[in-house]
């Protein structure tokens, strides 16, 4: 570290990167990370999940990480449950489509449906 301002740049990103994580949002979006969907870029599919909430300003759906799913040829694999709806399980999500389900389906309700995993 160099500086008190880059101290409280990092605290300020892991302030943001728990309040992703929290309960008591209207849902959550769920992204397998076990080594398999790792190894099919599920850091990357992350990582476009936090920037898509911060850049449309989706604060009230928690993001969490899981492990294996056990659908390893489907990886990445994220799983959107909101308030009032099934769950919705995407396969092999990478960062465009992440972005797509943010905007299609957590802000405006619509399933991308023909990247439903079931």
Avoid at 88 to 104: C, T, W
Wanted: net charge negative; glycine share 12%.
């Amino acid at each position: 570290m160099k500086s008190l301002d880059e101290l409280r740049k990092i605290r300020e990103e892991v302030k943001k990167s728990m309040e992703m994580r929290e309960g008591g949002k209207r849902g959550k979006v769920v992204v397998c990370m076990g080594t398999c969907g790792i190894a099919a870029g599920a850091r990357e599919t992350m990582n476009a999940f936090m920037k898509a909430f911060e850049d449309k300003g989706v604060s009230d759906v928690a993001l969490t990480a899981a492990g294996c799913a056990g659908y390893c040829e489907r990886e990445p694999l994220v799983e959107v449950e909101l308030e009032g709806e099934e769950p919705v399980r995407y396969g092999k999500v990478d960062p465009a489509l992440a972005e797509k389900i943010v905007g299609q389906h957590i802000i405006n309700g619509q399933r991308v449906e023909e990247a439903i995993f079931s």
